[in-house]
């Protein structure tokens, strides 16, 4: 028996998310929703009463560019996989990350077959740093400390760090405690929105559980979620291979430099190589109505 397992990340629009579930919905699948510390929860539960929908316990107050990001993600893979060893103890399934501003591009039959196909691999996509698309290679959200926000507070975390250099404790900042602690590792980037097997998720829990030394590097860097579940997949990885595909699942587009994705226009849809994805975010029925329906309209065909 094959289940596919929906992890949504959630922080607004109960509505949207009743909708992006009800897309889903095909009997086949299973919805966790991590819904962020700071939203009341019971009017997400007043709105999805739906019974394979699960509201994750370990709630985590999330914040952009934060490691709050991180531990919600780990918090809502341990909460399914104990879920799934009760109650699927047999079946094998995939663990699928999605936001709440996300859409599925393609219907649920092709979804189910595609990845019951592939049941024995995981989707990630990711790179190696230095990264061409990320400003300086993507090494300067490590080579500093952000303790703060990084959008909100940019001049605070620019002079704390200047002090911590000035008195030349370097030797603490992520990338040289990194590089100290694991000098045979290498430090990847990749999306959030993966895609795990049942083994591949069981791995990155056990090997995230009590591994202080790894987890504490990334607790104040910049947009973990890009770099942690990479880098400590890919590295840890080679101890037991597994199955993975670099293959981007999402369709994702920014506006030049903006570090927040845009909304999809009907137009970045009808791009021959949005037809290779399986998901799209990031949408929002108050800004981009036309491209929600326009999706909803091609996978009911």
Same mark, same amino acid.
């Given at each position: 028996?094959?289940?596919?397992?929906?992890? +949504?990340?959630?922080?607004?629009?109960?509505?949207? %998310?009743?909708?992006?579930?009800?897309?889903?919905?095909?009997? *086949?699948?299973?919805?966790?929703?991590?819904?962020?510390?700071?939203?009341?929860?019971?009017?997400?539960?007043?709105?999805?009463?739906?019974?394979?929908?699960?509201? %994750?316990?370990?709630?985590?107050?999330?914040?952009?560019?934060?490691?709050?990001?991180?531990?919600?993600?780990?918090?809502?893979?341990?909460?399914?996989?104990?879920?799934?060893?009760?109650?699927?103890?047999?079946?094998s399934y995939h663990f699928i990350m999605l936001s709440g501003e996300d859409l599925p591009l393609k219907?649920?039959?092709?979804?189910?077959?595609?990845?019951?196909?592939?049941?024995?691999?995981?989707?990630?996509?990711?790179?190696?740093? =230095?990264?061409?698309?990320?400003?300086?290679?993507?090494?300067?959200?490590?080579?500093?400390?952000?303790?703060?926000?990084?959008?909100?507070?940019?001049?605070?975390?620019?002079?704390?760090?200047?002090?911590?250099?000035?008195?030349?404790?370097?030797?603490?900042? =992520?990338?040289?405690?990194?590089?100290?602690?694991?000098?045979?590792? *290498?430090?990847?980037?990749?999306?959030?929105?993966? +895609?795990?097997?049942?083994?591949?998720?069981?791995?990155?829990?056990?090997?995230?559980?009590?591994?202080?030394?790894?987890?504490?590097?990334?607790?104040?860097?910049?947009? =973990?979620?890009?770099?942690?579940?990479?880098?400590?997949?890919?590295?840890?990885?080679?101890?037991?291979?597994?199955?993975?595909?670099?293959?981007?699942?999402?369709?994702?587009?920014?506006?030049?430099?903006?570090?927040? =994705?845009?909304?999809?226009?009907?137009?970045?849809?009808?791009?021959?190589?949005?037809?290779?994805?399986?998901?799209?975010?990031?949408?929002?029925?108050?800004?981009?109505?036309?491209?929600?329906?326009? +999706?909803?309209?091609?996978?009911?065909?």
């Amino acid at each position: 028996m094959y289940t596919k397992v929906y992890c +949504i990340l959630a922080h607004k629009n109960s509505n949207q %998310i009743k909708d992006l579930v009800a897309l889903l919905q095909d009997n *086949k699948s299973l919805f966790f929703i991590h819904l962020d510390k700071k939203v009341n929860q019971k009017e997400y539960e007043q709105t999805l009463q739906d019974q394979s929908c699960h509201f %994750i316990k370990s709630r985590v107050s999330c914040s952009w560019g934060k490691y709050s990001l991180v531990q919600a993600a780990l918090n809502a893979m341990k909460e399914v996989q104990d879920f799934m060893n009760i109650n699927y103890a047999d079946s094998s399934y995939h663990f699928i990350m999605l936001s709440g501003e996300d859409l599925p591009l393609k219907n649920n039959e092709y979804l189910h077959n595609f990845l019951e196909s592939n049941s024995q691999t995981s989707f990630i996509n990711y790179w190696q740093l =230095p990264y061409d698309k990320w400003w300086q290679g993507g090494f300067f959200r490590l080579e500093n400390f952000y303790f703060f926000q990084y959008k909100k507070y940019p001049k605070v975390n620019y002079w704390i760090n200047r002090m911590i250099k000035k008195l030349r404790f370097n030797f603490l900042l =992520p990338l040289n405690r990194f590089n100290r602690q694991f000098p045979d590792f *290498k430090i990847y980037g990749g999306k959030q929105w993966m +895609i795990l097997n049942k083994e591949l998720l069981a791995f990155v829990l056990e090997k995230s559980h009590k591994n202080s030394g790894f987890n504490s590097v990334f607790k104040y860097v910049l947009a =973990p979620d890009e770099l942690y579940f990479a880098t400590l997949i890919l590295n840890y990885n080679k101890e037991t291979p597994f199955s993975i595909n670099n293959l981007s699942t999402h369709l994702v587009s920014f506006n030049g430099s903006d570090a927040s =994705p845009k909304y999809l226009e009907i137009e970045d849809l009808k791009d021959n190589d949005a037809t290779n994805f399986l998901f799209a975010r990031k949408f929002d029925s108050n800004v981009n109505k036309e491209t929600i329906a326009f +999706i909803k309209e091609k996978i009911s065909k």
